[in-house]
């Protein structure tokens, strides 16, 4: 099992800035990616960002140049951050992790709004 603890949304006023964190705790293993969901009301869960441990990144064209994935594998802990934030990034955040041995895993999510 592996348990996903994610923090830091709120609420920000557009163009302005947010720090997820997500830290895993429990049978991790050392190849594995880690990364940031969101869905918004109505809508179904997208991809945001995802790093492997080998530090290969993916984004979400929406995101790409606004927002930066970064991982600290010794404390198995991944960052999303994310600037210039528009009210269409509004949703709940979800932490991710997926492992090749394993199932994937989610986080509770964090809110995250963006107002006009």
């Known amino acids: 099992q592996v348990q996903l603890v994610e923090s830091g949304g709120g609420l920000v006023q557009a163009g302005g800035s947010l720090r997820l964190s997500c830290a895993a705790s429990g049978r991790i293993f050392s190849i594995n990616t880690m990364g940031w969901y969101r869905q918004a009301p109505g809508k179904q869960r997208d991809v945001v960002a995802t790093m492997a441990n080998s530090g290969g990144t993916k984004y979400a064209d929406s995101v790409k140049g606004r927002f930066t994935i970064s991982r600290d594998n010794a404390k198995n802990t991944v960052y999303l951050q994310m600037n210039s934030l528009k009210p269409e990034d509004t949703g709940v955040y979800y932490c991710?992790?997926?492992?090749?041995?394993?199932?994937?895993?989610w986080g509770q999510g964090t809110q995250v709004t963006v107002s006009a």
């Open positions: 991710y992790y997926h492992n090749a041995e394993t199932s994937d895993y």
